[in-house]
Nanobody, 116 residues
Framework: QVQLVESGGGLVQAGGSLRLSCAASAISIFSCAAMGWYRQAPGNQRDLVVRISKFGNMDYGDFVKGRFTISRDGAKNTIYLQMNSLKPEDTAVYLC?????????WGQGTQVTVSS
């Protein structure tokens, strides 16, 4: 059973940093056509934060503006999201995602709260 398990969320002050992790099991992160992070705040739609193709091409949400970085560790079968210069409007549940062509997989999400 494919599982994506996020960790690293929490409460941080504006201007601070967090690093989120997404550990994959029963699937190789490089078998996904693309992997990445989305976020969803209460009452809002789910927005793309960043995704990376298996070939390393990246797409960032417009709001990221150089503040966030995605990375991969094949040995740990894990992807990361380094978030710097956090703002209160970054508060949301952050979800890990894998697009494996005909299937999509989602993690359960990790809460990020940025206080002003």
């Amino acid at each position: 059973q494919v599982q994506l398990v996020e960790s690293g969320g929490g409460l941080v002050q504006a201007g601070g940093s967090l690093r989120l992790s997404c550990a994959a099991s029963a699937i190789s992160i490089f078998s996904c056509a693309a992997m990445g992070w989305y976020r969803q705040a209460p009452g809002n739609q789910r927005d793309l934060v960043v995704r990376i193709s298996k070939f390393g091409n990246m797409d960032y949400g417009d709001f990221v503006k150089g503040r966030f970085t995605i990375s991969r560790d094949g040995a740990k079968n894990t992807i990361y999201l380094q978030m710097n210069s956090l703002k209160p409007e970054d508060t949301a549940v952050y979800l890990c995602w894998c697009n494996k062509y005909t299937n999509e997989y989602w993690g359960q999400g990790t809460q990020v709260t940025v206080s002003s």
